[in-house]
Nanobody, 115 residues
Framework: QVQLVESGGGLVQPGGSLRLSCAAS????????MGWYRRAPGKQRALVAS???????FVADSVKGRFTISRDNAKNTVDLQMNTLKPEDTAVYYC?????????WGQGTQVTVSS
């Protein structure tokens, strides 16, 4: 079984950057596609970016050109580099497999973009 723990969130000013990291325990991390998702206030949780086992990526239109997803199968981590952050990026960010598995949602990490 894989457990996922997100970290790296915080308060940042518009235009700033944050790097989120998801650490996965378990020896089978490398066989899963992984994704970063977010739930903004009053909205449904939505996919932000995903990465396949071979490293192919998808990024949602709303963050394209600003966010980059990466993974390190040797370290069992998947990261989300977020640049040029906007107030509308404020949300709780979660990692999970892609497609997501219901039992693997963690606590998430809060990202707040505000001046």
């Amino acid at each position: 079984q894989v457990q996922l723990v997100e970290s790296g969130g915080g308060l940042v000013q518009p235009g700033g950057s944050l790097r989120l990291s998801c650490a996965a325990s378990g020896s089978i991390f490398s066989i899963y596609g992984m994704g970063w998702y977010r739930r903004a206030p009053g909205k449904q949780r939505a996919l932000v970016a995903s990465i396949t086992t071979s490293g192919s990526t998808f990024v949602a239109d709303s963050v394209k050109g600003r966010f980059t997803i990466s993974r390190d199968n040797a370290k069992n981590t998947v990261d989300l580099q977020m640049n040029t952050l906007k107030p509308e990026d404020t949300a709780v960010y979660y990692c999970n497999m892609y497609p997501p598995l219901a039992n693997y949602w963690g606590q998430g990490t809060q990202v707040t973009v505000s001046s």
